[in-house]
């Protein structure tokens, strides 16, 4: 009995000896599974932070981007509000000179933009009424003098002299065809100027778009010097 005793101890002390191995073993493979996890988890959550810095700074950098191109785009808007401010002025003024330069004006234009000098003027109802038939005689005045013979001063001063050169003027307008301008009853809905109608043809004349012709050409002469660092 004692022999077995022995063995049975031998083979318990084996046992615990094998299972304290073991034992060891697997706390060192577990220690080294836990350092790999780790790591695993220390590089994949390096790789997350990174890929998120790279994310935020990529939308950063559009969310910059958008803003600049927002920031332009309100002060093209600004900008182009403040042009639209200038001509619409440079129209207001246009329209409120005085009266007797704004008839030399009108009159000016008529003699640049006749053809024929028999055309109809059609005025705004305002400035029908208020300078038409003094812009359509001026005008035709200034057509008839261009091919009328011009007579001394000294028999124009007389009334009868002036009777004879209003007499010439009439007698070369029905003989050369020009300086025959009428005012028309029709009226537009313009700001000023005047409508020049010959037939089925007509020549815009009025303000607003002359102005709006001449922004056309000077546009960037007044961005540059309204908008000038």
């Known amino acids: 009995m004692e022999g077995i005793e022995k063995i049975t101890a031998k083979i318990a002390q084996d046992a615990e000896a ?122 035709n005045d200034a057509l008839v003098k261009e091919r009328a013979p011009e007579l001394p001063p000294e028999v124009t001063k007389s009334k009868v002299g002036a009777f004879v050169d209003k007499l010439v003027h009439s007698t070369t307008a029905v003989v050369t065809g020009t300086g025959l301008l009428t005012l028309s009853e029709e009226t537009r809905d313009i700001k000023g100027g005047f409508i020049l109608v010959d037939g089925d043809v007509e020549i815009n004349c009025a303000f607003e778009t002359l102005v709006r012709l001449q922004r056309e050409k000077l546009e960037k002469t007044v961005a540059d010097a309204l908008f000038q660092s």
């Open 18 to 139: 094998e299972a304290a191995r073991l034992n060891e073993q697997t706390q060192a493979q577990l220690q080294d599974i836990r350092a790999q996890a780790k790591a695993q988890a220390d590089r994949e959550s390096a790789d997350l932070l990174e890929k998120g810095r790279k994310a935020a700074a990529e939308r950063l950098e559009r969310l910059k981007s958008a803003a600049q191109m927002e920031r332009r785009k309100l002060e093209l808007a600004a900008k182009q509000e403040v042009l639209g401010e200038a001509f619409d002025l440079a129209l207001e003024k246009l329209c409120s000179i005085p009266e007797k330069d704004y008839i030399a004006l009108l009159t000016q234009l008529v003699l640049e933009a006749s053809s024929t000098g028999k055309e109809q003027l059609i005025f705004s109802k305002k400035d029908r009424a208020r300078v038409g038939k003094q812009v359509v005689v001026a005008a």
